[in-house]
């Protein structure tokens, strides 16, 4: 079986799974911590090196800042409870986004975490906090501009290779697989640039309930697929 080596993931519908309980929004996120722990878990069973996951957009600011606090509150808590296990588990763990718009709390968490030597790790989680994919170009090309206003690129030397890797996800391969839970069919400013060419698997479960079956099958299913990246199936040509 073909394994994405990349999975990038869109962890969504926690508030929908709270709400049909009659729970609050805060309830479906801290539930929402489990199928992180089974994606973990099965990307180093199938021997996938990269997992990436969609925390928090730069558009969650605008929810309703009781939510917004207690979902920081809930990163940095899981930050530090984590982090040590993480590690025996050979797992070393990467943030993306506007570290400008986060408090100073979080933002230790974040340093202390990617501080953390994770010799000869089977896997990178890359956790997106304050992430938008058209922030990322932006700053990505803000980077540009400076090392061209600096004397340390010419124009003409920009290239996709010098634009991607100034973004987030730097020299990191592209994601294989893109997966969104929670029934939406949109990419919400996640990984604009670097999903470029990514299969995409869309399921109905809420997030709180994506399993280790859930996953399996979208690995599955992307094992079968045919990825021509605009070119023609290997058996027609001639
Ligand atoms: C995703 O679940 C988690 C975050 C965006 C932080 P939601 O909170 O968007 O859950 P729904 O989509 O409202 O059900
Ligand atoms: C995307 O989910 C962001 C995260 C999962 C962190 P949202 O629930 O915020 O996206 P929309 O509002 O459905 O586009
Ligand atoms: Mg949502």
Redesign the pocket.
């Known amino acids: 079986m073909t394994v994405p080596r990349h999975v990038a993931i869109?962890?969504?519908g926690n508030g929908r799974w709270a709400s049909r309980r009659g729970l609050p929004r805060s309830a479906g996120h801290k539930a929402g911590l489990k199928p992180v722990r089974t994606c973990i878990e099965l990307c180093r069973r199938l021997g996938i090196p990269y997992l990436t996951l969609?925390?928090?957009?730069s558009?969650?600011w605008s929810r309703p800042v009781t939510e917004v606090g207690f979902l920081m509150n809930l990163f940095i808590e899981t930050i530090e409870r984590e982090l040590d296990d993480l590690a025996q588990q050979s797992v070393e763990v990467r943030f993306i986004g506007d570290r400008a718009a986060l408090g100073a709390p979080i933002v230790e968490r974040i340093v202390a975490a990617e501080a953390r030597a994770v010799p000869d790790a089977q896997l990178r989680l890359t956790i997106a906090i304050a992430y938008g994919g058209r922030w990322d170009i932006v700053q990505a090309v803000r980077g540009l501009a400076t090392d061209v206003a600096e004397g340390h690129l010419a124009a003409d030397e920009i290239s996709e290779a010098e634009l991607a890797k100034r973004l987030g996800l730097g020299s990191l391969p592209d994601p294989d697989l893109f997966i969104r839970t929670g029934g939406?069919k949109?990419i919400?400013n996640f990984l604009l640039w670097n999903l470029a060419y990514s299969e995409l698997w869309f399921s109905d479960r809420l997030w709180p309930e994506f399993s280790a079956d859930d996953f399996a099958e979208a690995v599955a299913d992307f094992s079968g697929r045919e990825r021509r990246f605009g070119g023609v199936p290997s058996v027609e040509r001639t």
């Open positions: 869109i962890m969504d969609f925390a928090f957009s558009e969650n939406e949109r919400s």
